[in-house]
Every structure is written in C-alpha cells, then in structure tokens.
C-alpha cells in the first residue's frame, strides 16, 4: 500500500517484525510459524498458502475474469494464484502486509513479462484506501474475513464480484438462512448488500501448512442498484436484536443499556425536529407499542428476514427512533 504516516503498530504488525527478525536467525522458529521451501509461514497471521492449483483455477473460472480486468488479490503469498491471475487480466493490485512475501513476489515475477503488469502495495488491508477494481480474488488471512467482507461491500465504486477462500463455518454463516443455527448479524448484513453463493469446500491438504480447519470458496455480487437505506442505521437495529437472536424482540428491547440508548437518540431526535416530549413519557412503553402494532414483539431474529428487518427498521425511524 502506499505509504502511510507513522502509528502504533497492530498485533499483526508485531507478529510481522517479530517473524522476520526471527526468520533470520539460525535454527530460529518462531510459535506458531512452519518452514516450506526455506520460508517461515506464521499460521498466527493466516499464512496458509494455496498449493493445489486445481483450486486456484476453479477459483479463477468462477470469478467470470476478463482480459480487461483490474484484479484486487489480498494476501498473494509467495504467488501462486497470483501468477495465473496475471496470465488471463491487464492488471493485479496485490496487498500484502509481510514484507519477506514482498520480496518472494519480485523475486518471481521481476525478470518475467508478467511483472509490469503486476502492482504490490505493502500494508495493512483494512487501514489502507482500496483501490479501483473489477473482481477481488482472494485466500483471505482468515482473522481478517469479517472486517475485509464489509470493506468491500462498502467500497465505491462497485465492483463486480468477489470470490473469496474462507474457514468453512464463517462461510457457512454469510450464507446461512432464517431459522439455521449460523444465523446471525453477519449473515444479515451481507446478504442486505449482496448475493452470496457457496462455490465449493476445499480440505486442509490443499495448503501449505495445513490450516488446522476445514476451507469453503465464496462468491459475493454486490446488490447494484445499492439498497436505499442508512446501512449504520440497520447495523445498529441489528446488533441489539442479534445479541440474543433466541429471545423474542420484547424482551431484547428491555435491557436497560438499550433503553437509554434510544432514548437519548430519541430526544436529539424531538430536539431537531422541535418536538415537545410529554412528562410522563416512557421509552419502554413506547418500544413496546411500536412492536405489538407491528406484530414484531414475539418474533426471533434468528427466524426473520430481510424484508423483516426493513419493516422493523421503517416503524422505528417512523416514531423517530433511531440506532446512530
């Protein structure tokens, strides 16, 4: 990534320096990392690289890979994928944190016609600008899948598609449905700004080292048109509703950190829209009504639906209750 003004480093920014310092010296192996070919990987950072090009190629064919296309790929590696990304699209934006697989990058690229074509950019993923792209194909470091997802789907413009290497239940869950166990925000939210398929399980003999859980490949479509609605606002809805997705709706509004919450948002609301606010008013009470007239006080997050949600949503902001 482009340079970037000095700050405190992450853990993952540690765990880098502290691989590399290590790496160097003699018989040094750090917790956590395994040696192939001559290189430390550190599985503390998700190094897990991608061997089996059967599976690379599958990856590749699903991501519908033009010759006119700019490719974003997160955490190349020493290149595998990489390679044959550059061998069917105009231009790779590599991104990568660990500057020994900076180095292993040039190494195999730089004396090749492939290399012009090829942009690295060193850095942290989630603190860097994204740049322009069509598609983004990636074995993602794993701890960082939740965080990059949303990224993504917030990144303008849009992009094509996404086909993403994933641990398998985190997979599971982006494209799980109402009423499966996995069910949660994160599925919520993905799929309010986008169309999720699962592609295909991948075993822990496809990489090296063995990552010590079972892989699920993912293809995500941003939603274009991008729905109309204040994606904060719909995040804050569903945190609350998510934090126990088993109990009914009324008894998730009554938690008390809840209720001061939204009444303090409430009366910034009535302040700006110079809307008195009765004496005897109650938020409880007035959470409550807003439930039972819209037939949502029984219900379970875990079994609603998008189109649940906006409707929750919509009565709320309708009484001037919002969740940012």
Not at 44 to 51: A, F, P, R, T, V
Not at 142 to 154: H, T
Not at 272 to 301: T, W, Y
């Amino acid at each position: 990534m482009p340079k970037a003004p000095v700050q405190k480093k992450c853990r993952v920014h540690r765990e880098v320096s502290r691989v590399s310092t290590k790496a160097g010296v003699k018989g040094a192996k750090p917790a956590g990392a395994t040696v192939a070919q001559g290189l430390v990987f550190n599985t503390d950072l998700g190094q897990h690289i991608l061997k089996n090009p059967l599976v690379i190629t599958a990856m590749l064919e699903k991501a519908g890979l033009k010759s006119t296309d700019t490719v974003l790929e997160v955490g190349p590696g020493t290149g595998n994928m990489t390679t044959k990304l550059l061998e069917r699209v105009k231009r790779v934006v590599a991104c990568e944190i660990d500057s020994r697989m900076v180095a292993e990058l040039h190494k195999r690229f730089l004396s090749t016609a492939l290399h012009s074509k090829l942009d690295i950019r060193i850095g942290d993923v989630l603190k860097a600008e994204l740049p322009v792209f069509d598609v983004c194909v990636a074995n993602l470091p794993y701890q960082i899948s939740s965080p990059f997802v949303f990224k993504l789907l917030l990144h303008r413009p849009l992009f094509r598609c996404a086909v993403l290497m994933f641990q398998k239940e985190f997979a599971e869950r982006l494209v799980a449905k109402p009423g499966d166990k996995l069910y949660c925000r994160l599925t919520a939210n993905t799929q309010l700004l986008a169309k999720v398929d699962h592609l295909m399980k991948v075993g822990k003999n496809n990489f090296r080292p063995p990552p010590k859980v079972e892989s699920s490949v993912v293809r995500i479509e941003p939603k274009n048109p991008v729905p109309d609605i204040n994606f904060s606002e719909w995040d804050g809805l569903l945190r609350i509703i998510f934090v126990r997705k088993n109990k009914t709706l009324s008894a998730a509004f009554k938690q008390t950190s809840v209720l001061q919450t939204l009444e303090k948002n409430y009366k910034t609301w009535c302040s700006l829209q110079e809307k008195k606010i009765p004496e005897d008013f109650s938020m409880k009470d007035k959470i409550e009504d807003i439930l039972v007239n819209g037939k949502f006080n029984k219900k379970r997050a875990r079994q609603m639906d998008q189109d649940d949600f906006l409707a929750l949503l919509h009565a709320f902001n309708k009484e001037g209750i919002h969740f940012v």
